[in-house]
C-alpha cells in the first residue's frame, strides 16, 4: 500500500461542512489535511506548507478558488501541484478553461461526486506524480 503520512492535502473549502468531512476521509486515508477557508488563507498556507494537492472550492470569501490557483500556478512550487477545482457552478467556463489549459487540474461538480471518487482522484494523483 501506497504511504500518504507525509503528502500534505490543502483543502481549500469554505463550507465548513464540506470541508470537516473532506478532513476525515483525507485523515482516514493516512494524509495529513490543512484547511482553509478563504483564498488568501489558502494562498499563505500553500506557501508555508508547499502542499502535494490542492482541493479548491472556487466561490470564497476573500479571493476566489480560480484567482487562488493562478496564483500559486505563477510560484516555482506551486506550478505542477495536482488539484481538483470541486465546485456547485456547473457551467463555471473558468473552472472548465483552466483543466482544459492545466493538465494538472480536475473539475468536478459537488452534487455530483462522493467523497470516494476524490479521495480516489487524488490517491490516484500522488501515485503517478512521485512513482
Do not use: C, H
Request: glycine share 4%; net charge negative.
Amino acid at each position: 500500500m501506497f504511504m500518504n503520512k507525509n503528502k500534505i492535502i490543502l483543502v481549500i473549502e469554505d463550507e465548513k461542512t464540506l470541508s470537516t468531512a473532506l478532513n476525515n476521509k483525507l485523515s482516514k486515508e493516512g494524509f495529513n489535511v490543512k484547511q482553509a477557508f478563504n483564498g488568501e488563507e489558502a494562498y499563505a498556507m500553500a506557501e508555508k506548507e508547499k502542499p502535494d494537492f490542492l482541493l479548491v472550492d472556487i466561490i470564497m470569501p476573500r479571493q476566489d478558488g480560480i484567482k487562488t490557483l493562478m496564483k500559486i500556478r505563477q510560484q516555482d512550487w506551486g506550478k505542477e501541484i495536482p488539484a481538483i477545482i470541486l465546485t456547485n457552478l456547473s457551467n463555471d467556463y473558468r473552472a472548465e478553461e483552466f483543466a482544459k489549459i492545466d493538465p494538472n487540474v480536475e473539475y468536478m461538480i459537488k452534487s455530483d461526486t462522493k467523497i470516494n471518487n476524490v479521495v480516489e482522484y487524488i490517491n490516484n494523483s500522488i501515485v503517478n506524480n512521485y512513482e
